[in-house]
Each structure stands twice: as C-alpha cells, then as structure tokens.
C-alpha cells in the first residue's frame, strides 16, 4: 500500500487496520534495519513516536519495509519472546541448503540447538540416491552459522567426527576457510565427501572399483588416503578396511584383488604387491575370482574374448597372463583357457579396453592371426589391452534381417546405457511504497 511520510506510526497503524481488517489496538509494526555483517536487525517500531520521515532519518534510510502483525497474545510479550519476531527473524537468517552427504546412520527430520539456545539446523527431508551410494538431505540452516559450525551439525548424519570429511561445492571447489559464514555463500548447494584433511607428505587418490564385465565397469568407489612409502600390499589392506566403514557394497580379499593404474576409463598397468603406491590421482581396485597371476613386472595381463562366429556372440572377458611377448606363448595360452587345441586357435591384435566393436562387425573387420600365419602383431604393450579369439572351425552363422536387428538393438541399449554412464554439471518526492505482511511469516 501507499503510505504519506508525514504520518505518524499511529496513523500508519489505523490506516492498515481499515485496508487488511486487523485490530489496530494490539498491532505490531516491526522494521527491518541495516543488515550487519553476520546479522540481520529488525526493530518494534509500534509505539515510536514522530512521523515516518523523521523514522528514516533517524536511521538513515530512504525506504521503508515493514513487517506487521495483530494478536492480542502475542502483542502482550515482550518483542524478543513474541511469534512475530521469531517469524521475522527465521524470514532473514534462515536459509534452505541442499546437501549430499555419504551413506550413514539414519536419521528423522529433527532439529539441534547449539548456538545460543536457538535452533541451528533442521532436517526437512532425506532421500538416498545414486543406488544408495549417497543421500540428499534438504535442511533449513541459520544463514550466520560458520562453515565449522554446519559441520558439527552434520556428524550425527554421517557418523564421523568432522575432521573426517569435507564440504564442497556442486562444482567441485573444496570450502576451506571453516570460519565462514552461511551467508556469504553463493550457492545453497553443497556435497560431502569422506576425508580428513592432508598431512605432510599424504596424497589423497580417488578409488574406482573395475569390473569388466559389467555395463558399469568404472564405478566410483572412494578417496583414501596415503604416503609415498606405502606398499600396494598395506594399501591393498588399508583399502578393504576402509570399504567396509564405508559400507561399500564390494567383497574384497587382499589374495583376490588388485590395484593398477587408471587411464581415463581405460585399465593399465598392474602394481604388484612389493611396489611402492605412486602419486596418480586415480587407480582402479579390480576383484578377482582367485588369487593374482601376475607376480613379476616382466609379465603381462591381457583381457581376452572368446567368439563363436557360428553364434554370432561372444562370452564374458576373461584374462591371461603373459610371460613372454611370443606368439606361440599366447596362442598356447589362450589353448589352456578354453580348451580349443593350438593349431584351430585364431586371435586377434590388442586393443583397448573397453571395447566398441559390434559382433556384425567382429568376424570380418578385425585382422586374424593363427599359429601358421606369417606376420603377427599383437599391439600388446602395457596391463590391460584385450584380443578376441576364436575356433577358426567354426563357421560364420547366415544371420537373418530379424537377428541381425535384434543384434543391433541390443547393442545400441548396451551403448546408450554406457554412454549415461559415463557422462555421469543466478523515498521519492513525499510518499513511498512499502510491503505489509500479516499474520505468520514462514
């Protein structure tokens, strides 16, 4: 509504009276001041004398936002105590934050009171995401908390002290200075992850868990923490402890799993067990169906796949290990594993995982090598590349325009599927305008 400045706060009060229906008799006019550089200032203004100019002058305003309720209750308290001043000040200083934090004790919307005797934090809402790897939590904050503060609030959410885990925002940048207030904030969106802060001479890596016969090969495990002179062995150790206080759903066994060197999504090299953990800042944690072959640094692991030309398909990957770079040597490997005697062995060059070929495709575009081959190339340089092989006395399967759509299907599902997966980012002259609220103010 319009209101004159030469009206007195009386007069302002009857006249809100007549426009909104409310008893002027035990009204309440409250005003927003400065805002202070943690704090928020409201002020009962209902029983100041003197016109609403002289009001702004005094407090060096040129406009004028009021708040106004009209209860004969909440009128007879003192205004610190009132309803309306806690509405009021819960409208300034409150803020609704977004927050992802990591699976942990379960917990209800509830509030805490540590600042003061007031309310600090409660919890609005609380849902688990991402296949229950982490939860999104809605809660109102006191907007004048420190960053230090919001932590304390949150370790009965997740379950550690608070030095065990740190705030970032959406976009990855790690909040730091934990004397921070709320308020200067640019976002109310903020993710938790697990980990103290570094000491001298630590490393932090991110873990991603290897599973290569799963759409969902790359998965993201963890970040742990180490020093230069950790062995893969005590890492290995170290790492499986850590899984299982963080509830990572992954049966580990230090014979039964390996660790090796991430290039984008692609596997590399092997760490062996006697070597010490380097300073990458990614490293896939592979399970193993048994103990690990490779034991020298000389050897090689190769991911293999078997096709059947006269199926049209081919089996889950499996490995070899290679003790030497000879053809015969892989040839005769490859016999062992699946039992197809040496001389019907064909197999093809190395290349990397994972692998994007179609099985329309397989038989008649990739290069075929056998044991009376001429030339040979496996492209087998480093851990983790992968050859197909096959029975050369299979035929090739006479696929009909049905099957060979079905086929196509299928592996476009598989490449959307992959794709989802890894894509996985704002006064004037003599009257003035001012904004009357009444009754509660959520």
Not at 2 to 18: D, F, P, S, Y
Not at 42 to 48: E, N, R
Request: glycine share 4%; hydrophobic share 35%; aromatic share 10%.
């Amino acid at each position: 509504m319009r209101a004159w400045l030469v009206w007195t706060v009386k007069e302002l009060k009857q006249h809100i009276g007549e426009a909104y229906n409310l008893n002027s008799s035990c009204m309440r006019v409250v005003m927003k001041e400065k805002e202070y550089w943690s704090d928020t200032s409201v002020s009962d203004i209902s029983d100041v004398g003197g016109t609403l100019n002289e009001i702004l002058d005094m407090r060096g305003h040129n406009t004028l936002l009021l708040y106004v309720s009209s209860d004969p209750k909440d009128y007879q308290k003192e205004f610190n105590d009132s309803w309306t001043y806690k509405c009021i000040e819960f409208h300034f200083n409150w803020i609704l934050m977004d927050i992802r934090i990591p699976p942990g004790p379960e917990a209800t919307p509830t509030t805490t009171t540590t600042r003061k005797g007031r309310i600090t934090m409660k919890i609005i809402s609380m849902e688990e995401e991402n296949k229950g790897k982490e939860r999104k939590i809605q809660v109102q904050v006191d907007k004048r908390i420190t960053l230090a503060q919001l932590k304390k609030e949150l370790v009965p959410l997740i379950g550690i002290p608070p030095t065990g885990f740190r705030v970032y925002r959406v976009n990855g940048y790690k909040l730091k200075n934990l004397d921070e207030i709320l308020m200067n904030l640019s976002e109310s969106k903020l993710i938790v992850r697990l980990g103290r802060a570094l000491q001298v001479g630590e490393h932090r890596i991110k873990l991603y868990l290897l599973q290569v016969n799963s759409i969902e090969f790359c998965e993201f495990m963890m970040e742990s923490i180490f020093t230069e002179d950790t062995s893969v062995r005590e890492f290995k150790k170290q790492i499986i402890e850590e899984a299982k206080v963080q509830g990572i759903d992954c049966v580990l066994k230090l014979d039964k799993m390996r660790l090796r060197k991430k290039n984008r999504v692609s596997p590399g090299r092997v760490y062996l067990h006697d070597k010490m953990i380097d300073t990458s800042k990614e490293i896939y944690v592979e399970p193993l169906k048994g103990p690990e072959k490779e034991k020298d640094k000389g050897q090689i692991e190769v991911y293999v796949i078997r096709w059947h030309p006269s199926q049209c398909s081919v089996d889950p990957t499996e490995e070899i290990i290679l003790d030497i770079y000879n053809r015969m040597h892989v040839i005769n490997k490859l016999s062992e594993l699946s039992g197809v005697p040496a001389e019907y062995i064909s197999y093809s060059e190395g290349i990397s995982f994972p692998v994007g070929i179609s099985c329309l495709d397989i038989e008649n575009k990739l290069k075929w090598y056998s044991i009376t081959s001429y030339t040979y190339s496996f492209g087998l340089h480093d851990d983790g590349c992968v050859i197909y092989y096959k029975d050369n006395r299979e035929k090739m399967k006479e696929l009909t325009d049905k099957e060979r759509l079905e086929i196509q299907e299928a592996e476009e599902a598989r490449s959307v599927n992959l794709m989802f997966h890894h894509v996985h980012v704002q006064s004037v002259n003599d009257y003035l305008y001012f904004s009357v609220y009444s009754g509660i103010i959520l």
